[in-house]
């Protein structure tokens, strides 16, 4: 499969409360979100789906109701303005690379295959996860493996990246895991790996900056009572869509008014986190680390 859907029922339950309504599948990758939404709603309603990726399309479903767009979703009002379809009752969104991306081996994302290191979820255009590992400077380097992908060594694993750039350009992402192999504790070679290519990855795509983006946008797009349901899958992205979802701001910082009533765009609709039942890791390994919250627009 292209891509087997994390928490599909929770997720689509979350938002889906008009069959008629107008919803919003941010990121559409193998279609298994979209179409469950689509099997909740009437004639009447409305599915928007978004994906940068362009291997995507290759799931486009053929359904008047469905509506795709090649774009990423930061560019999420923009779009849905110019189809006059604001405001919206729902908006969903599947943070991360699809099974696809991780099993294409020209993709770059997984450090289990050997290819050209390019992590761009949109591989038109923007850098390439080459252009990050061999001409950043090492402090930017190092921030970046610290704060996406929270490695204590990220300014070791730096310097050695410099280092051995001078000597040969790291094309691939076999030449990347035997320079970084110093920095693999035995037993957590893979947990090590997975950290320092999702920095790099974070960083190729800006996935942060999306995602501010997406949910900045939500506030001004969805109609009073509508809802969003974000699935995420590290702490990064959990603890911005946290901290938004709780206070409206990033920091999570909640302001109240004269008489102690929280100044927040939303309403909880999930107070923790959703995680995948037992059987459906046991489906599906990836999800493992998945997390779900839902909110409604006041």
């Known amino acids: 499969m292209y891509h087997t859907p994390v928490l599909l029922d929770e997720s689509v339950n979350g938002i889906v409360i008009n069959s008629g309504g107008v919803y919003v599948d941010t990121t559409f990758g193998g279609g298994g979100h979209s179409r469950k939404i689509l099997d909740r709603l009437d004639k009447t309603g409305k599915l928007f789906a978004f994906d940068q990726d362009t291997d995507a399309q290759q799931n486009l479903i053929d359904d008047p109701r469905f509506c795709y767009i090649s774009h990423n979703f930061q560019h999420l009002k923009r779009f849905l303005q110019f189809y006059k379809a604001c405001p919206v009752d729902g908006i969903l969104a599947d943070l991360g690379v699809s099974s696809h991306q991780f099993d294409a081996a020209e993709r770059g994302f997984s450090h289990r295959f050997d290819?050209?290191?390019?992590?761009?979820?949109?591989?038109?255009?923007?850098?390439?996860?080459?252009?990050?590992?061999?001409?950043?400077?090492?402090?930017?380097?190092?921030?970046?493996?610290?704060?996406y992908g929270e490695l204590n060594q990220a300014y070791a694993i730096a310097l050695r990246i410099k280092k051995a750039r001078l000597v040969k350009t790291i094309e691939t992402t076999g030449d990347l895991v035997e320079i970084l192999s110093p920095f693999l504790p035995k037993g957590k070679e893979n947990k090590t790996l997975s950290q320092i290519f999702q920095a790099i990855r974070i960083e190729v795509n800006q996935e942060m900056e999306a995602l501010k983006a997406l949910l900045e946008q939500a506030v001004d797009i969805l109609k009073p009572n509508g809802r969003i349901a974000i699935i995420s899958y590290h702490s990064l992205e959990d603890r911005l869509v946290k901290n938004f979802l709780k206070s409206g701001n990033f920091e999570g910082n909640i302001e109240k008014d004269f008489y102690g009533n929280p100044l927040t765009p939303f309403r909880l609709i999930t107070r923790k986190a959703i995680v995948p039942q037992a059987e459906e890791i046991a489906m599906n390994p990836r999800a493992r680390s998945a997390k779900l919250r839902i909110a409604e627009i006041k």
Do not use: C, F, H, W
Not at 124 to 129: D, E, F, N, R, V
Not at 132 to 143: C, F, G, H, K, S
């Open 115 to 147: 290819g050209k290191l390019d992590m761009r979820m949109d591989n038109s255009k923007g850098i390439t996860a080459a252009e990050v590992i061999n001409a950043y400077p090492e402090q930017r380097l190092a921030q970046i493996l610290s704060a």
